[in-house]
């Protein structure tokens, strides 16, 4: 049992640690990001920075999830359908209860999806991408008929406040990403439930033989994953006002991306919360950036993924030289 303990001990250890091997990826885009700022002279304003700031907020928001299902060897690809159906509930609610009420509901609602992921991944034990991809499909389905296959627009002006407020002059749903990153950052880092996610990604078998119950948190992981997506989905709902059947569409691999590039391992056990707020942060930097120099959204697409690639690739050659 000692020996199972050191194991633990030792991923843990692995995962707080800072590389270059690890961080490297990030280390040139920030370079990049640098250079390239120097060469385009609106990109510092201050308008820009809020403006990228305020893009970032829905998909960080959504990553903090993936963050937490990813380190525990798990993989959630119906978050951007989950963002969908959340926005347009969380919109057509309003038509009959407070909108406060309805931003429960929909959490609720993200929550449970989030259950029945983890649930059918840990219990049943479908491969989580499987698991994913078959709600991910329920889930647009359910929001075709739940919309009718028509926009919903939002009817209360006290709730776009979420979206599209300011405090002082920061976005408010900048505000809400910050504080999500700064509370979830410290239950990963300081508490059970985040040192056992790192276990569970790191060693399942080990963490089991200790007494963990390794389907408890591996489940946990999920319903974080589904809560985070929600309220994405409540986010964008209240700043674009409307919801479409087609909302969310790819932010999945957008999420993906950010986490990974923000030095979540793929094969679970390490990453953290701020690596991958980083990781959203410094996408939408090299959107933000290839946008005022006008490169074409297609390359834009081929660079993303020639990104992705090059990140698990490196993560994975590296797990193997270990």
């Not at 029945?116 to 989580?128: D, E, P, Q, S």
């Not at 919309?147 to 709730?159: A, C, E, L, R």
């Amino acid at each position: 049992m000692k020996n199972v303990k050191d194991m633990l001990d030792n991923i843990w250890e692995k995962r707080k640690g800072f590389t270059l091997k690890k961080y490297g990826i990030m280390i040139a885009l920030i370079i990049i990001s640098i250079i390239i700022s120097i060469t385009t002279p609106n990109f510092l304003t201050e308008r820009n920075i809020m403006n990228i700031l305020r893009q970032s907020s829905i998909i960080g928001v959504m990553a903090i999830g993936t963050t937490f299902v990813i380190i525990s060897g798990g993989f959630d690809i119906c978050v951007g359908s989950l963002l969908a159906l959340a926005a347009a509930m969380c919109l057509g609610l309003q038509n009959y209860m407070p909108w406060y009420i309805a931003i429960f509901v929909v959490l609720a609602m993200g929550a449970f999806v989030g259950f029945i992921n983890g649930f059918l991944t840990a219990k049943i034990k479908i491969v989580a991408i499987i698991t994913t991809l078959g709600t991910m499909t329920i889930l647009r389905g359910i929001t075709y008929l739940y919309t009718g296959g028509y926009s919903i627009i939002g009817k209360n002006p006290d709730f776009k406040f979420i979206g599209s407020g300011y405090i002082g002059p920061i976005p408010f749903p900048v505000i809400i990403l910050f504080v999500m990153v700064i509370f979830w950052q410290f239950v990963l880092s300081k508490t059970k439930l985040g040192r056992y996610s790192c276990a569970v990604g790191g060693n399942k078998e080990a963490t089991r033989l200790s007494g963990v119950p390794v389907n408890f948190y591996h489940i946990m992981t999920f319903v974080i994953g589904g809560l985070m997506a929600a309220m994405s989905g409540i986010i964008y709902a209240s700043r674009l006002n409307s919801a479409t059947p087609l909302a969310g569409v790819n932010y999945e691999m957008d999420a993906i991306a950010a986490t990974v590039i923000g030095g979540t391992s793929v094969s679970g056990g390490e990453g953290s919360v701020i690596g991958t707020l980083i990781g959203v942060l410094l996408l939408n930097i090299l959107g933000n950036m290839f946008n005022l120099l006008g490169v074409q959204v297609y390359i834009q697409y081929i660079i993303k993924g020639a990104i992705i690639l090059a990140v698990v690739g490196f993560d994975s050659y590296s797990k193997a030289k270990e």
